[in-house]
């Protein structure tokens, strides 16, 4: 679970299996580490990637689907609309009904991104898998708005959540703040996957303003949680990057401060709920927010834009809120619980 579409898609199955029902995962993955610490649910089934036409025909995929078939599974969850050509024809002559969890309109995200040969083909793939999908879910008003414009399809509502246990104010990590060197110090964080361009675009901003910000506060310190931290991040002076960590709640806990300066990209952010999840005050652009509902005094999910984004972060840091104390940001995010709103789906009507 070390990006946003993983945690989407082992969040939902694992509450599925709460639920009581038996879940198979086919994941392109490398094999499963051996003590089980992986937190995939039920029976987990690995095929072999063969990068960026893999996703569209895959011959590993494929038989590994084929196989699993086999076993007359009632529903199948596609977390991707990539391998769409080889999905629904087989399952059409099981007669098994198609689900298309969607973490993005992907057509339109490459479309924003500039890169518009991509978005043709995907959007062939997306378009094929949401036609003869028996349900799409949406991860905002936005996408689902998307869906009908870009298909003339409906689709339900199911947000990126958060697992409220897991992220929680509680776990101060002594250890964590003696090892960054943290005591008394103004911490600001951004975390997430560095292979991602927006996450990468949004820490160049905040790397852009750093030296402004610790000229003001010589105290500050930025920490850059993640996989595939970028080498130039680690050698400006109050940049502390960690790389990929075990336990990401423990190192959210440890800031005055949540960063989310994104201006492209899609989905709800699950940074920001896993932030609130914990009590912390976070600072967003609205577009990193996107379908989630702010506090109405935005004493919790402060919103600015990029243009006033370094002024709001002065003013924070001037007398920034102590780690984990802000109870509304907790309130907000048990809206967004995941098996609450997973079993808030009518799964059993999907079958019929």
């Known amino acids: 679970m070390d990006s946003g579409g993983a945690v989407r898609t082992i969040s939902i199955a694992s509450c599925l299996e709460k639920m009581g029902h038996q879940i198979i995962m086919l994941t392109g993955d490398n094999p499963l580490p051996a003590h089980g610490y992986h937190h995939i649910p039920g029976e987990w089934n690995g095929f072999k990637m063969y990068g960026q036409p893999g996703y569209f025909m895959n011959p590993s995929f494929y038989r590994a689907y084929v196989r699993l078939l086999a076993k007359s599974p009632d529903l199948i969850i596609s977390s991707c609309p990539f391998q769409s050509f080889m999905l629904v024809q087989q399952a059409k002559k099981k007669k098994i009904p198609i689900v298309y969890d969607s ?13 518009h040969f991509k978005s043709l083909i995907v959007r062939k793939a997306e378009c094929y898998l949401a036609r003869h999908a028996r349900a799409i879910l949406a991860v905002s008003v936005e996408d689902r708005k998307l869906f009908k414009q870009y298909y003339d399809v409906e689709a339900l ?20 703040i003696s090892t960054y060197e943290l005591n008394d110090k103004r911490v600001l964080i951004y975390f997430g996957s560095y292979d991602y361009p927006p996450n990468i675009e949004a820490l160049r901003y905040l790397l852009k303003i750093w030296p402004d910000i610790l000229n003001q506060y010589p105290d500050a310190r930025l920490l850059v949680v993640g996989r595939y931290p970028p080498d130039w991040a680690g050698s400006i002076p109050g940049v502390i990057v960690t790389g990929p960590v075990d336990d990401i709640a423990a190192h959210i806990r440890l800031a005055n401060i949540v960063v989310v300066p994104l201006k492209q990209g899609g989905g709800t952010r699950l940074k920001i709920l896993e932030a609130l999840a914990c009590g912390q005050t976070v600072l967003s652009t609205p577009f990193g927010a996107t379908g989630i509902e702010p506090d109405q005094d935005q004493k919790a999910l402060i919103l600015s834009d ?27 995010a048990l809206k967004y619980d995941w098996c609450s709103m997973v079993a808030n789906i009518d799964w059993e009507r999907l079958l019929l």
């Open 103 to 115: 973490h993005n309109v992907e057509a339109d995200r490459f479309r924003s991104s500039g890169n």
């Open 157 to 176: 509502l199911l947000p990126n959540g958060v697992d409220v246990k897991k992220f929680s104010p509680d776990g101060y990590n002594a250890e964590l």
């Open 306 to 332: 990029l243009n006033d984004f370094q002024n709001k972060l002065f003013e924070l840091l001037h007398s920034p809120p102590d780690p984990c104390s802000n109870m509304i940001s907790k309130d907000l």
